[in-house]
């Protein structure tokens, strides 16, 4: 479990944002799920909707656990890299949809212009869990690329932004560049 010292600071930097922020979250392996899951928890309990890209686990048993902890998952809409990418055979809904496999960044790219349709605008964010995943898939200049893509995307979109990375997986090349495309980097 997660020290609630941590569940305090992220609460309260999470709390006091700009209008369109994009926030890098950096903590350990360890306690990435969990802080992932409680960011998602703070954000959709201040009505925001929920716009997650899952690199990390499957659009399943991210759900579940989402329900675990209480989280409205109408207000949920995830694009799966994981499912296809393990063979899973899956539909996309909705709500939920599925891309070929980790590297597919283009598909990525389309699936959120889509899926941006489905949220509110100025009323959501983009949650990447995690850009360490991605980076074991794909070439880190490629994935700068589409983060910076990503970033640009969302911010013309009035959606704001979260990105999990890593402290122990993360190239700090990539890592660099990732932060100063953000407004600020919290580390738990
Ligand atoms: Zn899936």
């Not at 569940?7 to 700009?18: H, M, N, T, V």
Request: one cysteine or more; aromatic letters at 4%; a positive charge.
């Amino acid at each position: 479990m997660m020290n609630s010292d941590i569940f305090k600071k992220i609460k309260g930097q999470l709390g006091k944002l700009p209008k369109n922020w994009i926030v890098m979250l950096e903590t350990l392996t360890k306690n990435s799920l969990d802080l992932g899951l409680e960011s998602v928890k703070i954000l959709t309990d201040q009505g925001l909707d929920a716009l997650i890209v899952s690199a990390s686990r499957p659009c399943n048993k991210l759900l579940e656990l989402y329900e675990e902890k209480k989280i409205d998952t109408k207000k949920v809409f995830i694009i799966c890299t994981v499912c296809k990418s393990q063979g899973i055979d899956v539909k996309d809904t909705k709500s939920i949809r599925h891309v070929r496999s980790y590297d597919s960044l283009m598909e990525i790219l389309i699936s959120l212009e889509k899926i941006k349709s489905e949220l509110k605008k100025e009323e959501g964010f983009l949650f990447i869990d995690s850009i360490s995943s991605l980076l074991i898939h794909n070439d880190s200049r490629k994935l700068s690329q589409f983060i910076h893509r990503i970033l640009v995307t969302i911010r013309i979109n009035n959606i704001n932004g979260i990105l999990i990375s890593l402290n122990e997986e993360i190239n700090k090349e990539v890592r660099a560049e990732i932060a100063q495309l953000c407004d600020k980097v919290i580390s738990v």
